[in-house]
């Protein structure tokens, strides 16, 4: 005796099957852009100053003072003196050392405000510039501001890493 199987029918994709996979499809695509767009604006709205035209046109200036600064040459180094202090090397365009500037350098920790300062230099020797009783350890910023008596002035950033 043979048994027949009764068939099954198969499985025709049809267009309203078409149309479900295509609504699903970027119905979870747009569904999760969205998601992501909302943290994204919430965790970083875009704006980062009240007053974005005014820092632009601060900006260009700072640009212009950097153009400046690069035509004058000037070169520093920095580090400590041996005793405690800091000492800048103050060089003109021609490697000559610079004289008669007046030198001031904020001190900073690299992630933290606690312990800034503010040291004035004093020329102890043509272009060697030193600020006593500074004693650091371990890693500073030095932001130094230099000008001549011609009101002509330099700015230079450094690390210093003392033990």
Sequence with gaps: MTHVIPSRPRFRLQGWHVLIMFVVFF??????????????????????????????????????????????????????????????????????????????????RPATDDGARVANFAETAPGIYLARGQHLAGAWDLALTARDAGGRTATAERRLYQP
């Design 27 to 108: 119905g979870v695509d747009i569904g999760v852009n969205t998601v992501f767009m909302v943290s994204a604006y919430k965790t970083f709205p875009g704006e980062t100053s009240i007053t974005p035209y005014e820092d632009g046109l601060a900006y260009n200036a700072e640009l212009r003072a950097r153009r400046a600064q690069s035509a004058l040459g000037w070169r520093f180094d920095a580090g400590a003196d041996g005793t405690g202090g800091l000492r800048i090397d103050a060089f003109d365009r021609s490697g000559a050392p610079l004289r008669g500037l007046n030198v001031v350098a904020r001190l900073r």
